[in-house]
């Protein structure tokens, strides 16, 4: 996986370069390249398509459940089934929001996390674990004075953020963009959402 500022480097300073042979190519790059400011400026060379998350979750919050057995699928392909309970794995799908990159990270984390305490499989104790790391990275990165007022609105109205904090917020995916049929919607990461809950209850 690229580094955003090296996917920046080719992607957007290199687009002549790139762009140039007179064949179709299929690039891909980093999430985060897709909200730089800069891209905008280059995506004219390019026919771009967003791979959003995948929506668990509608524009109105009610949960789209025929979803889930398709990233169940995604997950038993890395892995297979009597090594993860279905319950510790619908945990993970929640809180990647959907996110395909995020939900192999957390797999990955969960593995390791069930190898260092000997454990049999990927139960709900090792989710708990995995959950709390990332949730507190959430929390170590997340700025509540710059950005909180904006993602509480967002979860309560569905108040789409200014342009000024949108990309910023998309960019550190504090906030995810999904897309479904002709829809488009924002909703907070649920790490992030966790971050919220703890920081309304001090």
């Known amino acids: 996986k690229m580094q955003t500022n090296f996917a920046e480097r080719i992607f957007i300073n290199d687009s002549q370069s790139i762009t140039a042979p007179n064949v179709k190519i299929i690039y891909t790059f980093p999430l ?9 400026r280059v995506r004219d060379k390019y026919s771009d398509e967003l791979i959003s998350p995948v929506p668990l979750k509608e524009c ?9 057995p398709h990233l169940k ?7 297979e089934k009597h090594l993860v309970a279905e319950k510790a794995l619908e945990e993970l799908i929640c809180l990647s929001g959907g996110l395909l990159r995020d939900l192999v990270k957390y797999m990955q984390d969960a593995c390791k996390e069930a190898i260092r305490n000997n454990s049999l499989m990927i139960d709900q104790t090792v989710v708990r674990k995995v959950k ?12 509540f004075q710059k950005y909180g007022d904006a993602v509480r609105v967002l979860q309560d109205s569905g108040a789409r953020p200014s342009d000024e904090l949108l990309t910023p917020l998309l960019t550190n995916l ?11 919607w924002f909703d907070a990461h649920p790490c992030l959402k966790e971050v919220l809950q703890r920081w309304n209850q001090r």
């Not at 985060?32 to 905008?40: A, E, H, P, W």
């Not at 709390?132 to 700025?143: E, I, M, P, S, T």
């Not at 504090?174 to 829809?183: N, P, S």
Request: aromatic share 20%; net charge negative; charged share 25%.
């Open 174 to 184: 504090f906030i995810l963009e999904y897309r479904w049929g002709e829809g488009l």
């Open 73 to 79: 699928e995604l997950a038993w392909k890395r892995i």
């Open 132 to 143: 709390a790391k990332h949730v507190n990275d959430y929390y170590r990165l997340f700025d």
């Open 60 to 68: 109105h919050h009610q949960c789209q459940e025929d979803l889930m």
């Open 32 to 40: 985060d390249t897709y909200y730089l400011g800069s891209f905008n």
